[in-house]
């Protein structure tokens, strides 16, 4: 009975976190979308479309920005290794205005970069290895004094 117990203690710690973690993201699809929408918009507007404060809306912000980079892995150096890269077609960054100490965030649209030389280097590469073999004569049937000798046969026993 009591590894009943702490299997389903560990599994409402798990669902208790899980249910934090989506709680604390809810709003981060409407941030995105409104986001998308401006190239620029004042923190206090923002707030007011989200229904949120400032600092639930600055909060969010750098939330969205800290879940929008993954690490990749460049096939070198340890399983751990690798360099951080934009995983949103979004960067943005909060401006603050000297004259009226308002902060503004400020929307870049990133366009994702297209690594077409690498995919076409390994198709070449894979198309000259078949035209190699293609080019390559044909192997010669093996001589049938080549071939090895059949094994013997081995005697049945009988019970």
Not at 84 to 105: C, H, N, R, S
Not at 121 to 143: G, M, N, Q, T
Request: aromatic share 6%.
């Amino acid at each position: 009975m009591r590894v009943r117990a702490r299997r389903q203690e560990a599994y409402r710690l798990q669902l208790r976190c899980f249910l934090g973690l989506v709680h604390e993201q809810r709003h981060l699809p409407m941030l995105k979308e409104l986001l998308q929408l401006y190239t620029a918009v004042s923190l206090r507007k923002l707030a007011s479309l989200m229904d949120l404060d400032e600092p639930a809306v600055r909060g969010q912000l750098l939330l969205l920005k800290s879940t929008g980079y993954c690490k990749t892995w460049a096939g070198e150096g340890g399983p751990a290794a690798g360099t951080l890269q934009a995983a949103t077609d979004l960067e943005f960054f909060i401006d603050l205005d000297p004259a009226t100490g308002q902060e503004t965030v400020v929307v870049a649209e990133v366009k994702p970069v297209r690594r077409q030389g690498e995919f076409l280097a390994r198709h070449i590469a894979k198309f000259e290895e078949i035209v190699r073999d293609l080019a390559a004569p044909p192997p010669e049937p093996a001589s049938p004094a080549a071939k090895p000798a059949p094994a013997p046969a081995r005697p049945v026993p009988s019970y």
